[in-house]
T-cell receptor
Framework: SQELEQSPQSLIVQEGKNLTINCTSS?????LYWYKQKYGEGLIFLMM?????EEKSHEKITAKLDEKKQQSSLHITASQPSHAGIYLC????????????FGKGTLLTVNP | KAGVTQTPRYLIKTRGQQVTLSCSPI?????VSWYQQTPGQGLQFLFE???????NKGNFPGRFSGRQFSNSRSEMNVSTLELGDSALYLC?????????????FGPGTRLTVL
């Protein structure tokens, strides 16, 4: 079964700093999703990547899927307290038994 | 457009009881997936329903079951509750089943088993 490893597990940054979260898969990624979660709440969709080398941006958040399609990164520029939360990557399983497998998440704290 | 709603938001049960959780998808969405989230295991896939049929199932015991109605609303049931079933249960809806298909998550139901 596919496993996703996120790094770091937690991150504390000063407001205004840039940061990167990585998501590494044990298998080829067919579709990679990034979500954000406030503690104990539902997930908010950020971005979906499907093609190797694909890069998408929304406001100050950029996500990339590497050429070999086994790793994705999420980059936040000039972080703000509103960026704080848990970032989760989820990968499509591929094949007929479709499901999303998620990493354990990265807890981001942004200090003002 | 209203988002995914889940009821109840919080639930406290005792071991051995059973529980039913409800999920109403976004209007027009026909696929509903259920996930269990715990601090130790993270977010794990339970099952997916599409057009009233279970399409896929995760690695959970038979105590966990679900169904979907003709209006796409879904329920999941957990029988003979165990302490380890304490978790945040999330449902997600999407237009169709399969890949390249954004899933919209509800706020979750926090289940505590005493």
């Amino acid at each position: 079964s596919q496993e996703l490893e996120q790094s770091p597990q937690s991150l504390i940054v000063q407001e205004g700093k840039n940061l990167t979260i990585n998501c590494t898969s044990s298998k080829t990624l067919y579709g990679l999703y990034w979500y954000k979660q406030k503690y104990g709440e539902g997930l908010i969709f950020l971005m979906m990547l499907q093609k190797g080398g694909e890069e998408k941006s929304h406001e100050k958040i950029t996500a990339k899927l590497d050429e070999k399609k086994q790793q994705s990164s999420l980059h936040i520029t000039a972080s703000q307290p509103s960026h704080a939360g848990i970032y989760l990557c989820g990968a499509e399983s591929g094949g007929s038994n479709y499901k999303l497998t998620f990493g354990k998440g990265t807890l981001l704290t942004v200090n003002p | 457009k209203a988002g995914v709603t889940q009821t109840p938001r919080y639930l406290i049960k005792t071991r051995g009881q059973q529980v039913t959780l409800s999920c109403s998808p976004i209007s027009g969405h026909r696929s509903v997936s259920w996930y269990q989230q715990t601090p130790g295991q993270g977010l794990q896939f339970l099952f997916e329903y599409f057009s009233e049929t279970q399409r896929n199932k995760g690695n959970f015991p038979g105590r966990f079951s679900g169904r979907q109605f003709s209006n796409s609303r879904s329920e999941m049931n957990v029988s003979t509750l165990e302490l380890g079933d304490s978790a945040l249960y999330l449902c997600a809806s999407s237009l169709f089943s399969g890949g390249n298909n954004e899933q919209f998550f509800g706020p979750g139901t926090r289940l505590t088993v005493l």
